[in-house]
């Protein structure tokens, strides 16, 4: 089958309605939103936490009648969140949120440019034991490397498709990617099966 010929059977399929009787490899071929997900897990008896990616997989897993990998330990509300009023001294405790507590100081101590990005959110994360100091610091030391293109991860799949989108059609309006995106997500992943 020449590449116009697999593109037109492709174009010609639709997706099937999301059931527990699908196979694994019929779900993981087509395109499906998170509440699709839980929606599907909810009426199987799947666990329905942990991310789009581990539920995917312990959904193929389960129409497959395979055994379920593992799902991911909830993570457990923290026991202490720092309140007001906090400053520079003030030490981040394990399991501290990126709170509306700490904007308001971040906003004071960097200004308005300051925003939750992926660095401080993974310094507080990791960040039990340091001050809030040590995270000014921190966001000061990665505005080099904040203001680098990255790859948007996996998991962000519209994100990635419409910057991606808007790369390749510059003079493109919003409305017509979230068109490009809709036809794009209504076909198979895998044309043609594994």
Known sequence: MNDNQNTSATAAESRPPLTAGLTGAELLRWYWTLDELT?????????RHGGKAALTARLAAALDGLPLPAAPARRRPASTQLT???????????GQRCSQVLRRYFLEAIGPG??????MRDFIARGPGRTLADAVAHWHATRPDAARPREIEEQFEYNRFTS?????????????AREAWHAHRALPRHPGGD
Request: proline residues 8%.
């Open 114 to 119: 300051f925003h939750f990005d992926a660095f």
């Open 84 to 94: 007001g009023p906090v400053d520079g001294d003030t030490v981040i405790p394990a």
């Open 164 to 176: 991606t989108w808007h790369r390749r059609n510059p003079a493109g309006t919003r409305a017509q």
């Open 39 to 47: 929606g599907l897990a909810r009426t199987m008896g799947v666990a």
